[in-house]
């Protein structure tokens, strides 16, 4: 099967930046998704990258390095609202599958 | 408003008694799936379909059915629940896959 690793979790406190690690198996690979979730809501998209570097989204960034089967997201000026999980997911098998990694639950603290 | 439907939200049965989950979109998108989310095992694809009659099994498939005969409802079916299968469902749509999905508010459901 398809390995996606992340941390399981993480905390941090409000006002700082956070890295959020995800390693893949890079075979088939065909882009990479971070989507956010709420306790109990469905997950939201966040970014998606194909080609290798950073993608900057306001207060979020994510990384992408192809050859190493690698990416982060990057969650800066942190806020009591960005405790979740992030969840980090592949595109495998030319575009048909996506996979998720078990997530990174991330708690914020005053 | 752009969106993706499932009904029930919440779902409580008994071992063997056939259900069906709905779920419906209104973005015209071609590619559908559901996903079971469960602690400590993430969110893992159960089927999925790339158009109308066209579907094919994710990671999990084993207890369940799905059909496509529309493009706008793919709905999934538990033939004889059991309690294996309590979990939080999401169903989710894309126009194509490099747009990610949009997700289903989902559904919890309970097998006694």
């Known amino acids: 099967g398809q390995n996606i690793d992340q941390p399981t979790e993480m905390t941090a406190t409000e006002g700082a930046i956070v890295q959020i690690n995800c390693t893949y198996q890079t075979s088939g690979f065909n882009g990479l998704f971070w989507y956010q979730q709420h306790a109990g809501e469905a997950p939201t998209f966040l970014s998606y990258?194909?080609?290798?570097g950073l993608e900057e989204k306001g207060r979020f960034s994510s990384f992408l390095s192809r050859s190493k089967g690698y990416s982060y997201l990057l969650l800066k000026e942190l806020q009591m609202k960005d405790s979740a999980s992030y969840l980090c997911?592949?595109?495998?098998?030319?575009?048909?599958?996506?996979?998720f990694g078990k997530g990174t639950t991330l708690s914020v603290s005053s | 408003e752009a969106q993706v439907t499932q009904n029930p939200r919440y779902l409580i049965t008994v071992t063997g008694k056939k259900l069906t989950v709905t779920c419906s979109q209104n973005m015209n998108h071609e590619y559908m799936s559901w996903y079971r989310q469960d602690p400590g095992l993430g969110l893992r694809q159960i089927y999925y379909s790339m158009n109308v009659e066209v579907t094919d099994k994710g990671d999990v498939p084993e207890g369940y059915k799905v059909s496509r005969k529309e493009k706008r409802n793919f709905p999934l079916i538990l033939e004889s629940p059991s309690p294996n299968q309590t979990s939080l469902y999401f169903c989710?749509?894309?126009?194509?896959?490099?747009?990610?999905?949009?997700f289903g508010s989902g559904t919890r459901l309970t097998v006694v």
């Open positions: 997911a592949v595109l495998w098998q030319a575009g048909t599958a996506l996979i």
């Open positions: 989710a749509s894309s126009a194509g896959l490099n747009y990610g999905y949009t």
């Open positions: 990258n194909v080609l290798d």
